[in-house]
């Protein structure tokens, strides 16, 4: 709301630079979304630009989705940047969307973490070190499949598996391994009534896909609903 209302305000001419911090879905996600609502509530000349600190967007996702963000973006005149260093950007309104980081508790104990500071965890979710801690989430690093994304979809599965781990523990009973899926389906909102999405390296796009997605995520948030 607050930065609708400074884009209404400007003078004519002047343009509203928005810079978005971090290239994951998120971020992506949130430039394509801010830039059409500020370009389709107000008259101002609406300037997004994300940055990204790796070597590309969505690093880790499907090239075919990587070069349809690109393809969108250029359409769109959101401007996607790679900085090295030193380098800054002027802008009036700042969002921050970066990727997950290590809690401090895992950093400053003694506890066993990656290099990034997420501690390791077995498949069956125990600590490396500890049989009765648990973890899940993006606060883990699994030991076996280190390399698996810090992304919603896997501490959602996480979950069932450690409530039957716990519970299992407390009996004396062998525990279950987890066992991370080889890939997800990704769905990316451009803010204009359509969306992209990528499944086994395979993308694709449209308001079907928006659809599509917008169904997914009510049915998932409606399980958190009361009454």
């Known amino acids: 709301g ?7 305000s400007l003078e ?16 992506v996600e949130l430039a394509f979304a801010l830039e059409h ?4 509530e107000t008259r101002a000349d609406v300037r997004v630009t994300l940055l990204e600190g790796g070597s590309r967007v969505l690093r880790g996702y499907a090239d075919s989705l990587v070069r349809r963000v690109e393809e969108h973006a250029r359409a769109r005149g959101i ?9 800054s950007i002027d ?3 700042l969002v921050w969307v970066t990727g997950p980081v290590s809690h401090p508790t ?3 104990s003694e506890l066993a973490t990656d290099d990034r500071g997420f501690v390791r965890i077995r498949s069956t979710l125990q600590f490396e070190e500890h049989d009765d801690l648990f973890a899940v989430g993006d606060c883990g690093t699994l030991i076996d499949y280190p390399e ?3 992304a919603g979809v896997y501490a959602v599965r996480e979950g069932p598996v450690v409530t039957k781990n716990l519970l ?54 409606s399980r958190f609903q009361l009454g």
């Not at 609502?37 to 389709?40: E, K, M, P, T, V």
């Not at 401007?79 to 380098?87: D, K, M």
């Open 2 to 8: 607050e930065l609708l209302a400074r884009a209404i």
């Open 12 to 27: 004519p001419g002047r343009p509203l630079r928005v810079v978005v911090v971090g290239g994951g879905a998120g971020g």
């Open 37 to 40: 609502r500020l370009q389709s």
């Open 79 to 87: 401007e996607i940047l790679v900085l090295e260093s030193g380098e």
């Open 91 to 93: 802008c009036e309104a």
């Open 106 to 108: 895992f950093v400053d």
């Open 148 to 150: 698996t994304p810090k």
């Open 168 to 221: 299992r523990w407390l009996e004396g009973k062998p525990l279950e391994a987890y066992r991370p899926q080889g890939d997800f389906l990704t769905l990316l909102n451009l803010g204009d009534g359509r969306a992209l999405g990528t499944k086994w390296g395979v993308s694709f796009e449209g308001r079907w896909v928006m659809r599509w997605k917008d169904r997914i995520d009510r049915k998932f948030m």
